[in-house]
């Protein structure tokens, strides 16, 4: 007899009828044969195309930069106003889909592919050019600090986008906006641009991480090379900087690993009745915390077992564990990327349409800017596996593509720790079961259904 039953549609839901399992035994296949592959490359053989090749001459853009970040102060200032006078509603309101459709997920992704954008749009270097250009600091930072309170702020910064109540509502993010922009400030007028925008203000030192990744890198010359290759020249990083590179990656991880019906069934909900955001403050805040911990521990280990082995068993010299840590650090950053598009990608469709469409009336008074006005929002291309299957071997795409990019950066930077191939093979061992492993996570957070 008929009887009642419960469904959960979500944007996964086309997702989950397709051959995933196939897809993710693929994309594994694909990390291992290119592990293999890599390990018979000798120690410097990839020295020969990760290094810039010179395109053309480069050029001087004197303070343009400053002067477009004079204007993105004033548009700042502009959102801010939207933000606490406009629609209520986060999806009308042109402040949160700014700053989390347009800043977060797209910028993130623009700025390690196309150039460095954050350069030029950041809201502080501008105005600190024109107000203290060539001043002394008055105070002296701390050297001892170093970056590290940039990576807390940052850790404090994914707490409030993952665990907070409403990290959308325009009220509540223009006011949190407005109180980092003038600590940041301060901290820039106190002790310099310079050296808070190095070592405290994490958004400037995530950019100028990921922005290394980007193949065409413009200074005195032009030059092109392989993903990741100006990204040589910071390792190794100083540690703060490294486990920044590692909570990246655990961050954007652990995103996607709290919608699943696995995670909430860990924490006692039920998927199919989500109770709200402020059912799980406190779970979401600590499984981030222990997440980062447990994978930073896990890649130390990786380390230090191939350290360990690559002397037990090969010829290496006795390495020390933090040098070769803070060296491999930097290879995280492609893996964390492509992580970042493929979580975001399907959100970002949809809201890219939303950001248009509060562009065109941001103050909900029926305004028709640039004919955005009466543009309508779909999801259209979510109730067909025509327009699925595409966006689900993209985002599966840039997962692999990711670890295989790492796994070639990895192969390079044990070049400067092991000489012979039989070091080389043995110190990357654990850290490359680990990238196995870490391929089909990621691979099962894409496919597995979600409900929160």
């Not at 486990?243 to 655990?250: A, D, E, H, R, Y």
């Amino acid at each position: 007899m008929p009887t009642q039953v419960l469904a959960h549609p979500a944007e996964q839901a086309l997702v989950l009828l397709l051959p995933t399992e196939l897809y993710t035994f693929g994309g594994t296949l694909a990390v291992l044969a290119s592990i293999i592959l890599i390990s018979i490359v000798p120690g410097q053989g990839l020295g020969r195309i990760y290094r810039g090749f010179r395109i053309a001459k480069g050029f001087d853009i004197g303070v343009a930069p400053h002067l477009t970040s004079l204007v993105s102060t004033i548009l700042f200032f502009a959102l801010l106003y939207v933000g606490i006078h406009g629609p209520n509603d986060p999806q009308s309101n042109l402040l949160p889909q700014v700053i989390w459709t347009g800043w977060w997920v797209g910028l993130f992704v623009l700025q390690a592919v196309i150039g460095d954008f954050w350069r030029w749009i950041n809201p502080w270097s501008g105005l600190c050019w024109l107000l203290f250009n060539g001043d002394a600091p008055l105070l002296r930072y701390p050297a001892r600090l170093g970056a590290w309170p940039a990576f807390g702020i940052f850790m404090l910064f994914q707490i409030f986008l993952l665990a907070d109540i409403a990290p959308s509502d325009p009220n509540r993010l223009a006011t949190l906006a407005f109180l980092y922009w003038l600590f940041t400030f301060a901290g820039m007028a106190f002790f310099g641009p310079a050296i808070w925008t190095q070592n405290v203000e994490c958004f400037s030192v995530l950019f100028r991480l990921i922005t290394s990744l980007r193949p065409v890198h413009c200074g005195k010359d032009i030059r092109i090379g392989m993903p990741g290759w100006a990204s040589f020249e910071l390792a190794p990083l100083d540690m703060a900087r490294a486990l920044f590179c590692l909570s990246i990656l655990v961050s954007g991880s652990f995103d996607g690993l709290r919608e699943t019906f696995w995670w909430l069934g860990q924490i006692g909900i039920n998927p199919l009745e989500f109770p709200g955001r402020s059912a799980v403050v406190w779970s979401s805040t600590i499984g981030l915390i222990l997440a980062n911990i447990i994978v930073i521990c896990i890649y130390a280990a990786c380390v230090q077992g191939g350290i360990f082995i690559a002397r037990r068993f090969g010829t290496l010299t006795p390495a020390p564990f933090a040098p070769a840590f803070r060296t491999y650090a930097i290879t995280i950053l492609p893996i964390a990327l492509g992580y970042h598009f493929a979580h975001y990608f399907v959100s970002f469709l949809v809201q890219i349409q939303y950001l248009a469409a509060t562009l065109g009336d941001p103050l909900a008074r029926g305004w028709n800017l640039f004919g955005l006005g009466g543009l309508r929002v779909t999801t259209g291309f979510l109730n067909s596996t025509e327009t699925v299957k595409p966006i689900l071997l993209m985002n599966m795409a840039a997962v692999v593509i990711s670890h295989i990019i790492s796994i070639a950066m990895t192969h390079h930077l044990s070049g400067r720790i092991a000489k012979t191939r039989r070091d080389l093979i043995l110190i990357q061992l654990f850290l490359s079961i680990l990238m196995i492993l870490y391929t089909i996570f990621g691979l099962w957070l894409l496919s597995t259904p979600r409900g929160a």
